[in-house]
């Protein structure tokens, strides 16, 4: 994802989507010191995606958004400086906006004067598109260079709309990137503590990440000085356990199915009975990122975002499969491409989505050690790999996104659904109802919401 995103701060336990959204706008670009492809895995990538280079037959501008850190800003100039290289008529103003993306680009695009191109956080998308926003591109698609072959489809998919669901339909926007969510671990405690490094190629079921956990928290005088795992993101756990979010045609919420809740009693158990998971009170003075980076949390999760930041770490530290109760599950995050729907130049907007979205982009942003790129081919090389750097087993990152889709969130053009939702989990994350009590009682609520906010999928 740009990749998705840094995350500062969060409630006990509960990830929701605004939050979700603010950790992949945040996160999207710090840099590392990514070593340089060889030329044989560039020529193999960019001879299997190729990149046309025409440019327009008359000059026009266009105008491009998008948010990071000042690295990710490095990085996109220097890509729009090659792009205007190879297509000499079309000049790019790229507006960067670091702060509050979705806020001034949704007062942007009220205003009907939006840049040509600008990033498409996923959980945006639905809400986005139902309005008219996003130019479907897939006549564009059919003379493109692009190998949507070679992309992993969960990150094209979550950008395709029917009228009335995401998920299906026409595609509106390249995915600039994919960021599965993997559990980081701190290999010094492990060793400290004696206890066997998590498998890279089998998740821990949940049984097995309570026992690891309870043997990596510390606790000194009733006062946990070390927790054993950082808050849970719920929704991997639910996934992790064969439970559902909303039915197939996404009528119907399905959270109070007995793999859901089972999951969900779970995740809350975990710190309030348990107590291998710091508590909301306990995380006031100290987040988990930065318990996780001074040695006061064992393991967390994550997304491939963070890899920049954690490689400064003076620790050793490593990344392990999302633990789950069969096989691998979670979801990812992802950034899109995407054309304003009144834009003037929507050949020459295409063409900068195809050169971002293509080889070249994906490699840079690649380069940067936060984001898997798009395309299967290109993540399979050292491009991505980066060997002799951490994590060692970057390639549960690939196997993640193999098996991890898009997050609930993203399900329905209006996600009032799941706003309701994560504003009624407190209590439950608080110990004070069951999960299989706060589900019933949601569930009418949640239908309701679900068809009062999307009435195209009811006719």
Not at 111 to 118: I, K, L, Q, S
Not at 222 to 227: L, R
Not at 422 to 440: C, H, N, R, T, Y
């Amino acid at each position: 994802m740009s990749s998705m995103k840094s995350k500062s701060s969060k409630s006990l336990l509960i990830i929701t989507s605004a939050l979700i959204l603010a950790s992949l706008v945040t996160a999207c670009g710090k840099t590392s010191n990514d070593p340089t492809p060889t030329s044989s895995e560039t020529s193999k990538v960019a001879t299997a995606t190729p990149v046309a280079s025409t440019s327009a037959s008359k000059p026009v501008t266009i105008k491009f958004a998008g948010w990071g850190d000042p690295s990710e800003k490095e990085v996109f100039t220097k890509l729009i400086k090659s792009f205007q290289e190879k297509n000499p008529n079309i000049k790019v103003e790229y507006l960067h906006i670091p702060a509050d993306y979705v806020g001034k680009m949704n007062t942007i695009l009220a205003g009907g004067d939006a840049p040509d191109v600008f990033y498409v956080p996923d959980g945006d998308f639905g809400r986005w598109v139902s309005q008219d926003l996003l130019l479907p591109i897939d006549d564009f698609m059919k003379t493109s260079a692009i190998d949507t072959a070679d992309m992993w489809n969960s990150a094209l998919v979550r950008y395709r709309y029917n009228g009335a669901i995401t998920g299906q339909g026409k595609l509106y926007a390249l995915p600039k990137d994919i960021g599965p969510t993997v559990l980081y671990y701190n290999k010094d405690i492990f060793k400290k503590m004696n206890v066997p490094f998590p498998s890279a190629d089998t998740p821990m079921t949940f049984d097995q990440l309570l026992d690891t956990a309870k043997k990596l928290t510390v606790t000194n005088n009733g006062k946990v000085e070390q927790y054993g795992m950082g808050p849970i993101w719920w929704e991997g756990f639910v996934m992790g356990n064969g439970g559902k979010f909303l039915s197939d045609d996404k009528k119907e919420f399905l959270l109070n199915s007995k793999e859901a809740t089972d999951a969900l009693q779970f995740a809350a158990d975990l710190s309030n009975k348990n107590k291998v998971v710091p508590s909301a009170a306990a995380l006031k003075d100290m987040n988990d990122g930065q318990m996780f980076q001074t040695g006061k949390l064992a393991m967390m999760i994550q997304g491939r975002w963070m890899v920049p930041e954690y490689r400064k770490l003076k620790f050793d530290w490593d990344v392990a499969p999302l633990p789950t109760n069969g096989k691998w599950a979670g979801w990812s995050g992802s950034v899109g491409l995407g054309i304003f729907s009144k834009s003037k130049n929507k050949e020459a907007a295409y063409k900068l989505v195809e050169f971002l979205g293509g080889p070249e982009g994906q490699k840079e942003q690649s380069l940067m050690g936060f984001a898997i790129p798009s395309f299967k081919s290109m993540a399979n090389t050292d491009i991505f790999l980066q060997p002799g750097q951490k994590p060692e087993h970057a390639s549960v990152f690939i196997k993640a996104a193999e098996n991890e889709i898009n997050g609930p969130w993203t399900n329905l053009p209006n996600a009032k659904w799941w706003d309701l939702l994560g504003q009624s989990m407190g209590p439950m994350w608080e110990g004070k109802i069951s999960a299989v009590d706060l589900m019933k009682d949601l569930k009418p609520k949640i239908d309701k919401a679900i068809q009062e906010g999307n009435p195209a999928l009811f006719k």
